[in-house]
């Protein structure tokens, strides 16, 4: 690539004149990013895509009227100068430049376009406040400006390069996918395109590729990745929007296994080629209840050890209210052992209540060990062999706390026998997994053990296949109706399907508490999920019986999904992809807090766009071309 990148208002760009340009002339274009006027000098700072450099303006070198026009200059005028590079002055080197040893000597400047006062400034001191983010967003061209957010699209750029480059030599062909599609149940609302010339029907824009790649791998091309957009009418939140980014990827003749390869190592090219940091592939693989049982999340962050310990069976026989109300029911006692923890004080500890309620919880108990004994709310708990049992399940020592939430929890523990393990699969509710899970982010961010130089990738495989969706009372699919189910799971599908047509909601409750696992996997960083991926069913024969257990009869899934099983009819691979949240990886890459700190345009949490005022009225007219009509305002 030409760094230059020169033409006919440019001999070369600001950002990349270094001490070896000295002597150089020079004709530079850009933006005037700030102006000092220094009486007899006159120095701007011009600032293209490419960055900064310092130009002067001084009666030595620069005729009068151009130190003249150079004094009228304004925040964010538009000009072009010539001049020569050379040497900044009395040692004034600027190390926050990489253009800060030197400067251009101007002999020239035309204002190609004069800046109006503007609404949001683009310079400013390092200790002054950005303006509100609405504010920004009305002006987000200017507000693009920034260096900060010149960097992150830039960053965002590259890390699309290093995607393509590294699928591309893994073998994977770019294929675009429709933007106007058919309408199919994705787990959220899909917004809706009103056909003109097919009354009263409608496209729905993609919430992801999903079926057109299954249908690709069917096509037979083997491999294929998009860096695809997806639309989803869903609330928003920082880490949200309603139109977002995904690198979608597919592979036929796979299992889990080669899709992970494929994924992790892509992860890992990525942070190689923009952090300049190198992962240690492979990433941990843990299953869905074992994430669940060790650190209450199916997105564990890996960054700490506090690791969940069951330890009902331990005081499920102590005197305590409490801990005596568990026994004979599926309810349990689990917490974590925080090391150094009882140096927290009374005041922190009884915040503990506020953040298990938060969470959904009715709160926590907590006790200390110290060289004395233990201490806290169920110290009288502990005496004898429970206390001996106890230190033994928790590794207490002196000097830690050991936090605890009592209740209805999803999972079983894998290293408690079955008679102390509770129901697989309780649809008790609620499940307390959030409240264990918040209390453990909170204690490792108050005890500051969380290493901020960690890189914590792992895969979580094996997620459940089916949800309870308990006001319509049938089963849901956990990811989508798509996901291969574990082998050892598909004879239990089939039996309770061997009817043929929907299943009862008897048997559907019978199938869930069966606790169904799939062939799903999740990439998580630091606590986040990255992205998710399956296994695919590619058995015509089998698909239909995943839809009847998800209550659709024949001619609705004909209605729905036809088309693919048609297509599975003559001859499909097994399949597997998966799909990583490029918006996510870029705000990680960058180091941004927001979504919207590296989307050019992103639309505020009320899924609005502010500069450009969408959504916005129809006219009636318009409505009428499309064969819509609004109801009175009235009966809105």
Request: glycine share 8%; with cysteine.
């Amino acid at each position: 690539m030409n760094e230059a990148m020169p033409t006919r208002y440019r001999s070369t760009v600001a950002g990349i004149l270094r001490g070896t340009d000295i002597g150089r002339e020079v004709r530079l274009v850009g933006w005037v990013h700030r102006r000092r006027d220094l009486g007899g000098l006159v120095f701007i700072d011009l600032r293209d895509r490419s960055g900064m450099v310092q130009v002067s303006f001084d009666p030595e070198w620069s005729p009068p009227e151009v130190v003249k026009a150079a004094r009228g200059l304004g925040p964010e005028d538009v000009i072009q100068v010539t001049g020569t590079v050379a040497v900044r002055p009395g040692g004034n080197v600027n190390t926050d430049l990489p253009t800060g040893e030197i400067e251009i000597r101007s002999v020239s400047l035309e204002i190609i376009s004069a800046a109006e006062a503007l609404p949001i400034p683009v310079y400013r001191t390092p200790d002054e406040e950005l303006p509100a983010e609405d504010l920004r967003l009305r002006y987000r061209y200017l507000d693009l400006r920034r260096p900060e957010l010149q960097r992150n699209l830039m960053i965002r750029n590259r890390a699309a390069r290093s995607v393509r480059d590294y699928l591309a030599d893994e073998g994977f062909i770019e294929i675009e996918t429709p933007m106007l599609t058919r309408r199919t149940p994705e787990g959220a609302r899909d917004y809706l395109v009103p056909s003109r010339v097919h009354p009263g029907e409608f496209y729905a824009l993609p919430q992801s590729p999903q079926l057109y790649k299954q249908l690709l791998m069917v096509s037979g091309f083997d491999r294929y990745f998009q860096i695809t957009r997806c639309l989803r009418d869903e609330d928003l939140r920082a880490d949200r929007q309603p139109e977002f980014t995904q690198i979608d990827a597919e592979m036929a003749f796979v299992d889990e296994e080669d899709v992970m390869r494929v994924g992790e190592g892509m992860v890992a090219a990525l942070w190689h080629d923009v952090l300049g940091v190198d992962l240690p592939l492979p990433m941990r693989r843990i299953t869905y209840s074992d994430a669940m049982a060790r650190y209450a999340s199916d997105k564990p962050d890996l960054r700490y050890d506090l690791e969940i310990r069951d330890v009902t069976d331990v005081l499920q026989g102590a005197e305590f209210r409490i801990f005596e109300a568990t026994r004979g029911t599926p309810q349990r006692i689990r917490g974590m052992r925080i090391p150094g923890g009882a140096a927290l004080s009374r005041r922190e500890l009884d915040g503990l209540q506020d953040v298990a309620k938060r969470a959904g919880g009715a709160g926590a108990l907590w006790v200390k060990r110290t060289e004395e004994g233990f201490s806290g709310q169920f110290a009288k708990a502990l005496d004898g062999q429970t206390a001996e049992a106890f230190v033994g399940r928790t590794g207490l020592e002196p000097g830690d706390l050991f936090v605890a939430v009592v209740g209805p929890f999803r999972t079983s523990h894998p290293d408690l026998p079955v008679e102390h393990s509770g129901a697989e699969g309780t649809t008790e509710e609620p499940n307390l997994e959030p409240v264990l899970d918040e209390l453990r982010r909170h204690l490792a961010a108050r005890m500051d053990l969380i290493d901020p130089d960690a890189h914590a990738w792992l895969w979580v495989t094996e997620f459940p296949l089916f949800d309870w969706d308990a006001d319509a009372e049938r089963l849901v699919a956990a990811h989508h109706p798509f996901t291969m189910p574990h082998p050892d799971d598909i004879a239990a599908i089939m039996a309770a399907t061997d009817n043929g047509g929907t299943i009862s909601t008897t048997d559907a409750r019978r199938l869930y508490e069966q606790g169904l696992r799939s062939r799903a996997y999740d990439a998580v960083y630091n606590g986040s999920e990255m992205a998710s991926g399956s296994v695919r069913i590619h058995e015509s024969s089998l698909q239909q019986r995943i839809f009847h257990a998800l209550g659709m009869a024949d001619d609705e899934v004909a209605s729905k999904f036809g088309f693919l099983l048609e297509a599975f009819r003559f001859g499909a691979p097994p399949h597997a992809g998966f799909a990583f949240g490029f918006d996510r990886l870029a705000m990680l890459l960058v180091g941004a807090p927001s979504l919207r700190d590296v989307i050019a345009f992103p639309k505020t949490t009320a899924a609005r766009a502010l500069f450009e005022g969408a959504p916005s009225p129809i006219a009636e007219a318009e409505l009428r071309d499309l064969h819509i009509r609004l109801p009175e305002p009235d009966s809105m």
